[in-house]
């Protein structure tokens, strides 16, 4: 296990980004340091092959996985991949200040504290947030430590290894989507600062991440995220999974207010559907639970921290579609969520790709684009 894991954790060249998620599978290829889109593709997860971040079959994933490289005409096949945030457990712990070298011996004794299983069936990471060389003796260091049961992380390295891939990094989502933001997490030198929240809302889960420039305070995954909007509307109106899904994507609104009255106009749905207010009812106490599991972290995070406000907010994934949910999160917290444009810092041929439809699935590949970016900057 020891040879698989340095395999995992260091990346050796460029590498393809692959998001392995419970409603899609994703696949982004960079090249350059400063990087250029190859080719993406995007194919659906079928229904029930991903579970709360379990693998259900691991030979059906790579054979979803073949297709899905197949589609995208690529010949890599190094992948820098993530995974789901209900297998992962992120902390940042303090410990007295020490040596890398030394850190390393002791951190799985630290990190035993932190984590509710055996610490023998983990795969455990860390890094370190502040250079030991700066610290004075008797000083404490903040340090980052992700681990994840040993199975689930030998489970998608032999879904890809069987897809004819090479995983070179195992990442982890919130950190990956977090890396199409660089430019707006680091002011220019002097500058204060700014304080983030990012958050992201994906099939299964969703996740907040707090940082200081691109210092992270603060990790949190929430039990709400898109499925439950799903459910409840297949739920309400007697509906398969896939047709409450279509029936979200085309017709569902986080919020009913005044504002909202042209564009219940224009969503004015078929004689057999139910309308726009109706699906609102079915997915409203699923909002509430959403919206006061956010501020209940955000409460949290400036108490903890003693951060009366945040300097800027930013949404993303695929769950993060929903119409009105943006706004929905602004009004209610008080803070502007920004959408995030993970193509913004990739070269793109508009003679090979539709601008439009990359800005269309932007919410969708913020982290896949992470992961690609990590995959050409080869950070181990």
Same mark, same amino acid.
């Given at each position: 296990?020891?040879? !698989? !894991?340095?395999? *995992?954790?260091?990346?050796? %060249? ?8 419970? +409603?899609?599978?994703? *696949? ?32 059906? #994933? +790579?054979? &979803?996985?073949? &297709? ?34 030394? /850190? ?5 004794? &630290? ?11 983990? @795969? ?10 700066? #610290? ?6 903040? $340090?980052?430590?992700? +681990?994840?049961?040993?199975?689930? $992380?030998?489970? !998608? ?7 004819? #891939?090479?995983?070179?990094? @195992? ?7 977090? =890396? ?14 700014? $304080?983030?929240?990012?958050? &992201? $809302?994906?099939?299964?889960?969703? %996740?907040?991440?707090? /940082? ?9 995954? /929430?039990? @709400?995220?898109? =499925? ?10 007697? *509906? ?11 017709? +569902? ?71 009105? /949910?943006?706004?929905?999160? %602004? ?50």
């Amino acid at each position: 296990m020891g040879s !698989l !894991l340095s395999n *995992l954790l260091h990346s050796r %060249s460029e590498a393809l980004g692959l998001e392995v998620g419970a +409603a899609n599978l994703k *696949l982004v290829e960079l090249s350059g340091r400063s990087p250029q889109l190859r080719t993406y593709a995007i194919r659906p997860t079928p229904p029930g092959l991903l579970h709360e971040g379990l693998i259900a079959d691991p030979n059906a #994933l +790579a054979a &979803e996985i073949r &297709e899905l490289v197949k589609e995208a005409r690529t010949k890599k096949r190094a992948v820098v991949t993530a995974l789901a945030n209900e297998v992962t457990i992120t902390r940042i712990i303090r410990v007295p200040r020490m040596e890398r070298k030394e /850190l390393e011996e002791a951190i799985r004794w &630290e990190a035993e504290r932190y984590i509710p299983f055996p610490i023998e069936e983990v @795969v455990l990471d860390f890094d370190l947030l502040d250079d030991p060389s700066e #610290l004075e003796e008797g000083e404490e260091m903040e $340090v980052v430590i992700a +681990a994840a049961k040993e199975e689930t $992380v030998v489970q !998608l390295a032999e879904a890809l290894f069987a897809a004819d #891939l090479d995983p070179v990094v @195992v990442d982890l989502k919130p950190f990956a989507g977090l =890396r199409t933001l660089a430019p707006r997490l680091s002011p220019p030198d002097g500058e204060t600062q700014p $304080v983030t929240v990012y958050l &992201e $809302v994906g099939a299964e889960s969703s %996740s907040l991440v707090f /940082l200081r420039g691109e210092r992270p305070l603060l990790v949190r995954t /929430l039990r @709400v995220a898109g =499925r439950d909007f799903t459910q409840a509307i297949a739920r309400a109106f007697g *509906l398969e999974p896939e047709q409450a899904e279509e029936l979200k994507r085309e017709y +569902a609104l986080a919020t009913l207010s005044t504002e909202d009255e042209e564009a219940l106009i224009e969503l004015e749905s078929p004689k057999d559907r139910p309308s726009p207010a109706e699906i609102y009812d079915a997915i409203r106490t699923i909002l509430i639970d959403f919206t006061t599991e956010v501020r209940r972290s955000l409460d949290f995070f400036k108490t903890q921290f003693e951060e009366d406000n945040l300097d800027q907010a930013f949404i993303a994934g695929g769950g993060s579609k929903l119409k009105g /949910l943006k706004g929905l999160l %602004s009004d209610a917290l008080g803070i502007n969520f920004m959408e995030i444009d993970p193509w913004e810092t990739i070269k793109i041929d508009t003679n090979r790709f539709d601008e439009g439809l990359l800005q269309e699935l932007g919410p969708e590949f913020v982290v896949p684009v992470g992961l690609a970016i990590r995959g050409v900057n080869r950070v181990g």
